[in-house]
């Protein structure tokens, strides 16, 4: 990651290595998370268009606001597996997503018609994503960041980034994708 993108976001690194641990240990990503710069070519759009939703979401649903973004990382990656040349395409895959439902459903939706999952694994993806989504919100409120300022924005939005990169992660994984040192 570049300096610039470092000071950008601060915190970034903490929230990595936080998930990546909790993740490994359960199996669902590897040691070696992937380099997908198309799936990464896509966040800023998805982040913009995702922070006004998330951040009207924080303070009564912290868990929510920052897991939604897990989810739509898994949705890119799938979609990136499936038909990239007609998906690339798409505008922004946040607003898309989110205007095939709603946003308070997109778990819902993308767990079922998106990944295609059954019932028990929807209902181990939400248990994954919801202990991701807390530890993240704990993070956040156990770091030295005051409130309301613009490193606690940046920070959220650093959260957010590294839970959309692990949820495309867990994605790839599932799909059948390991990442191995060449």
């Known amino acids: 990651m570049m300096e610039q993108e470092q000071n950008q976001y601060p915190h970034e690194e903490e929230f990595r290595h936080d998930l990546t641990a909790y993740l490994l240990s359960k199996g669902k990503v590897d040691g070696l998370l992937p380099d997908a710069p198309d799936i990464e070519g896509k966040w800023l759009g998805i982040a913009e268009a995702y922070l006004p939703d998330g951040m009207r979401e924080f303070a009564a649903y912290p868990t929510v606001s920052l897991g939604?973004?897990?989810?739509?990382?898994?949705?890119?990656?799938?979609?990136?597996?499936?038909?990239?040349?007609?998906?690339?395409?798409?505008?922004?895959?946040?607003?898309?997503?989110?205007?095939?439902?709603?946003?308070?459903?997109?778990?819902?939706?993308?767990?079922?018609?998106?990944?295609?999952?059954?019932?028990?694994?929807?209902?181990?993806?939400?248990?994954?994503?919801?202990?991701?989504?807390?530890?993240?919100?704990?993070?956040l409120r156990h770091l030295p960041v005051e409130p309301g300022t613009s490193e606690a924005f940046r920070t959220y939005v650093a959260a957010l980034h590294q839970l959309y990169l692990m949820g495309a992660a867990v994605q790839l994984k599932a799909m059948g994708y390991h990442m191995t040192r060449m």
């Not at 897990?70 to 395409?89: F, I, P, Q, S, T």
């Not at 998106?114 to 530890?135: K, N, T």
Request: hydrophobic share 40%; glycine share 4%.
């Open 68 to 139: 939604w973004m897990m989810y739509v990382g898994m949705a890119v990656a799938k979609y990136w597996d499936e038909d990239w040349e007609l998906y690339d395409k798409v505008d922004n895959l946040y607003t898309y997503l989110r205007d095939c439902i709603d946003y308070d459903h997109m778990d819902d939706y993308i767990s079922q018609k998106v990944l295609l999952l059954g019932d028990e694994e929807r209902r181990q993806l939400a248990v994954l994503v919801g202990e991701c989504a807390a530890r993240s919100n704990s993070r």
